[in-house]
C-alpha cells in the first residue's frame, strides 16, 4: 500500500466506541475524576479546584495550576492513544517556574486525561503554556476517529495551567464523595491542595482517619494518623508512612525508611486495610 488512494475502507467508530474501552473510568464519577487530579499532580500542580454542579445539563470544571501544555504538546501528547508517560517525559514532573518540589508521576498509559467521558463525549480543555492559551473542544461524536478535535483558538495568557470543563448528562457525582476520596489519596502530600466546591480536608477531619496518637522517639515527638484509603487506591504507589517536617514532605511515601522495613499488627477489623501513615516532626 503506497498512499491512501489505495485504502479502499479504514475503520469506523461508534461515538461511544471510545468510552466503551475505559471500563470503570468511563463510568464511575470517583475513579475518572481522581485520575483527573492525579493528571494535575504529574503536571506539576500545587493547587486544584474542582467544581461539581447539582444537577445534570450544568457544567463540571477542574482547574490546576501546573505547567499546562503547549499547542504541540497537547497534540503529541493528549490526542495520542496509549500515550506512554514514562518513555517521553520520564518518571519525574516538571514544574512551573518558581516551584522547587519534587515528586514521581501517577501516570503511565495516558488514560486518565480521558475521565471527562464519564460525563459526556464531549468536554473542552483549555491549557496555558509560555505565554499562550489554547482551549481545544474535543468530542467522540465521529466515525472516523475515536476522538478528535472539533474546534480550538489560542490567545494571551500570563498564566499556566489546565482548565477542563464539560457539561454532565450522566454520572452525576456528589461533591461531598468525590472529597472523600480524592483527598484520601493525596493527603501524604501538604503541598497539593485540593479543593471540591471550594471545601477541603484536613487530614484530622478525614472520614478514614481510624486513630490518632502521639508517641515520643528520642525526645521527638511523632504525631501518628491512620487514615483508611482503600476506596481510592488504584495502586500502592503512595502507600506507606509519609513524614512530615514543618509542614513540608520528606521523600516519598513508603514501607521502607532507610534500610528498614516497617509494617503493622493489625487487629482483625483492620486486616487488609491500606492504611496511610502521616508521621509529623
Known amino acids: 500500500m503506497k498512499n491512501n488512494s489505495d485504502i479502499i475502507q479504514g475503520s469506523l467508530f461508534e461515538d461511544d466506541y471510545l468510552i466503551r474501552t475505559l471500563g470503570s473510568l468511563g463510568n464511575s464519577p470517583e475513579i475518572a475524576l481522581t485520575e483527573l487530579v492525579a493528571n494535575a499532580w ?28 503547549t499547542k ?3 497534540y503529541s501528547r493528549w490526542m495520542k492513544l496509549g500515550y506512554n508517560r514514562l518513555k517521553h517525559q520520564g518518571k519525574k514532573v516538571e514544574f512551573p517556574k518558581g516551584v522547587s518540589l519534587q515528586r514521581y508521576a501517577y501516570g503511565r498509559n495516558g488514560v486518565g486525561r480521558h475521565g471527562m467521558l ?3 463525549n464531549e468536554y473542552v480543555v483549555i491549557a496555558k503554556k509560555n505565554g499562550i492559551e489554547s482551549k481545544f473542544t474535543i468530542t467522540t461524536k465521529s466515525e472516523n476517529e475515536p476522538f478528535l478535535i472539533k474546534s480550538q483558538e489560542f490567545n494571551k495568557t500570563n ?18 464523595t468525590i472529597l472523600e476520596v480524592i483527598s484520601a ?42 487514615i483508611d484509603s482503600k476506596k481510592s487506591r488504584k495502586s500502592t504507589l503512595y502507600q506507606g508512612i509519609a513524614v512530615w517536617q514543618s509542614g513540608r514532605l520528606v521523600g ?30
Request: with cysteine; hydrophobic share 40%.
Open 42 to 69: 504529574d503536571a506539576g500542580a500545587t493547587k486544584v479546584e474542582v467544581f461539581i454542579p447539582e444537577e445534570k445539563g450544568q457544567k463540571l470544571t477542574i482547574e490546576d495550576n501546573g505547567i499546562g501544555l
Open 185 to 226: 489519596r493525596f493527603l501524604h502530600d501538604p503541598k497539593f491542595i485540593i479543593s471540591i466546591n471550594k471545601k477541603t480536608i484536613q487530614l484530622e477531619q478525614h472520614q478514614g482517619l481510624v486513630f490518632s496518637d502521639t508517641i515520643s522517639v528520642n525526645k521527638i515527638k511523632l504525631n501518628i494518623h491512620l
Open 159 to 176: 498564566k499556566s495551567g489546565v482548565r477542563l470543563e464539560v457539561n454532565v448528562e450522566k454520572n452525576l457525582p456528589s461533591a461531598d
Open 252 to 281: 516519598e511515601p513508603s514501607w521502607i525508611l532507610g534500610k528498614k522495613w516497617y509494617w503493622m499488627e493489625e487487629p482483625d477489623r483492620l486486616k487488609d486495610i491500606p492504611l496511610l501513615f502521616k508521621l509529623m516532626i
Open 72 to 74: 504541540d504538546e497537547f
Open 118 to 120: 464519564c460525563f459526556n
